[in-house]
């Protein structure tokens, strides 16, 4: 079974920048649908940026144009997030899709194996 174990989180003042990291081990995920979801304090989880296994990407509408999803070899995902806010305050998470190459949508239900998360805390 897959594990997925994020890492990057930190604190930073609006405006900064992080890059969180998910590292999958007990299986090649780079073949399959991954991506970034959030929760906030109080708030339902959230998707954030999706990557299907041919490359192509979704982005939630808050985050189109700071946030960039990527892959590096076979298990290996990253999220480089830029401009910063404090409503992008959360803790993050990796997930992914082992029955399908292709996102459809950023809807969790659709993503079966979940990392720990990595607090992201964004200051004014």
């Known amino acids: 079974q897959v594990q997925l174990a994020e890492s990057g989180g930190g604190s930073v003042q609006a405006g900064g920048s992080l890059r969180l990291s998910c590292v999958a081990s007990r299986y090649t995920v780079g073949y399959f649908c991954m991506g970034w979801f959030r929760q906030a304090p109080g708030k339902e989880r959230e998707g954030v940026a999706t990557i299907s296994a041919g490359g192509t990407t979704l982005y939630a509408d808050s985050v189109k144009g700071r946030f960039t999803i990527s892959r590096y070899n076979t298990n290996t995902l990253y999220l480089q997030m830029n401009s910063l806010k404090p409503e992008d305050t959360a803790m993050y998470y990796c997930?992914?899709?082992?029955?399908?190459?292709?996102?459809?949508?950023?809807?969790?239900?659709?993503?079966?194996?979940w990392g720990q998360g990595t607090q992201v805390t964004v200051s004014s």
């Open positions: 997930a992914a899709n082992l029955q399908w190459r292709t996102c459809r949508d950023l809807q969790d239900s659709d993503f079966g194996y």
